[in-house]
């Protein structure tokens, strides 16, 4: 099956796709020849890090005192004490209260931005610090991850396709293939054989991983495209050289359906590099249906998760 | 990194689940049954611990007799899903249909894993007994509830922990206080201490 076009979407945490959120801060202005004796102070007792708004640049120009800085103070909407509080250090510090005027609240961005369009519109709100997550998380897939999709997503669904017409009653038709993104070789190829092998666990994401773990263990294995016999740990080895490959780390995985929960949790456990499937799986899919959890914040290892739709 | 299994379980497995929920329904097995069974599964988590496996063991048991029983060989096959509990499933279904494990209950050292969690639903068991919770990784409370979530079309499985909780502990603590050499780079642990007390 020959696939023309695809459109992908990158499944992500929520800090890539929340809107904005504002929190209220006091703020409070300053004359500019004290800022660093003021600074001094802020920073030392009311850390904008320690207040989780780091993310947050703690001056700006004041646009309602001209020539005055406007500044941070803390994330309390009870100004009055703040005022009372900030000016008895203020006063054990040997600095004149009067450097520091009209306390008062502002609004901020809640959360750092993740993305270049969250910050170029949170910014407005109150000024902040960009991280660039968007590169850093490889979210845009090149001309050659497009290709190499369309390859083996093809792969999948013509032995899908196979499968059907072998076992016409698998209402479990699915196809799963893992492959080494460097030298874009497929490793495993697996069917479902939960109907076949009557064992409700064997999905086909589960059954590559289980010839994954072969290879390693040396053991001989047909490439299903070729039809040849070939010894992969030696490949492997000679591959990857000194460093022993460790499960399916790095690893990319094309699949039809969005793997089960079961499948989902054994990829985490199996260190995948990246995940790409076609269908939602309503029932009991782990990447959007029914828990995200290549993105479960409190899980040791995550993965990159890609949508594809066929044109 | 991963020694908070055992850590943080002690924070959230209350003895008292052993007698919360023991009275509701006559069919329940014995305390003594229980911790006979749960003696056996950490029999198979010795048996991992002793081939520097991470020391999780279970046993299936249909009307009173073990008819499967699995440790982990995460290490032994570079197949980091083989955990006690596919392990024992694969055992099983060798034998017997997979509407035996309807009828079974699960007698596991420590809480199942989103994956293991998942895979007893998708098998449909009965009951799950074990012993101390899994923070990092655990699907019977500890990051998911998918025991009894609503999703599938699978029945949800009843689940009481607690029993043996310190010996499942302990043996994990036992091990996380040596090195694992198969993860990808290798931490020094020799600097451990063994702690002895649980809360």
Known sequence: MEIKDIEY????????????????ICIASIEPKKTNDILKILTSKLSLNDMNIGHLKRIKKSEKHDKLLDVIINVSTDTTKTETELKEIFKNNNINEDAIKDFRLCKASKHPAYTKSQFSEW??????????HDSQHNLKLSDEDIQNIKKWCSVALKKAEEDKQKNPDNKYNNCTVIVNPTSQEALAIETDNRIKANHPLKHSVMECIKTISDIHNGKDHINIETG????????LNEEIDSSQPYLCSNYDLFTIKEPCIMCCMALVHSRIGRVFYIEKNDRDGGLESIHQIHIQPELNHHFQVFKITLK | ???????????????????????????????ETIE??????????????DA???????????????????????????????????????????KYSPEVLKECTLYVTVEPCIMCAA?????????????????????CGSIYHLHNEDY????????????????????????????????????????RVLKTEII
């Not at chain 2, 749960?38 to 991992?48: F, G, P, Y």
């Not at chain 2, 074990?130 to 990784?137: I, K, L, P, V």
């Open chain 1, 9 to 24: 979407e990158p499944l992500l945490p929520i800090e890539f796709t929340r809107p904005l959120e504002t929190i209220d």
């Open chain 1, 123 to 132: 910014k407005n709100v109150w000024p902040m610090i960009f991280k660039d």
């Open chain 1, 228 to 235: 040849d016999s070939i010894n992969k740990k030696r490949k």
């Open chain 2, 1 to 31: 990194m991963e020694n908070k299994i055992e850590n943080k379980a002690i924070n959230i497995t209350e003895k008292n689940d052993i007698s919360s929920s023991n009275n509701n329904s006559n069919e329940e097995e014995s305390n």
């Open chain 2, 36 to 49: 006979k069974f749960m003696r056996e599964a950490l029999i198979q988590a010795q048996d991992a611990y």
């Open chain 2, 52 to 94: 520097c496996e991470v020391p999780v063991g279970c046993v299936f048991v249909l009307n009173n007799e073990i008819i499967g029983k699995g440790r982990n060989r995460t290490n032994e096959t570079k197949n980091g899903t083989r955990h006690a509990e596919l392990e024992a499933i694969d055992m099983i279904l060798k």
């Open chain 2, 119 to 139: 895979a007893l639903r998708l098998m449909q068991v009965k009951k799950v007994y074990f012993g101390c919770h899994n923070e990092r990784f655990g699907g």
């Open chain 2, 152 to 191: 599938g079309e699978n029945r949800s499985y009843e689940i009481e922990c607690g029993y043996l909780r310190e010996e499942a502990i302990m043996m994990l603590r036992k091990f996380y206080i040596r090195e694992n050499k198969n993860a990808p780079v290798p931490k020094k642990k020799s600097n």
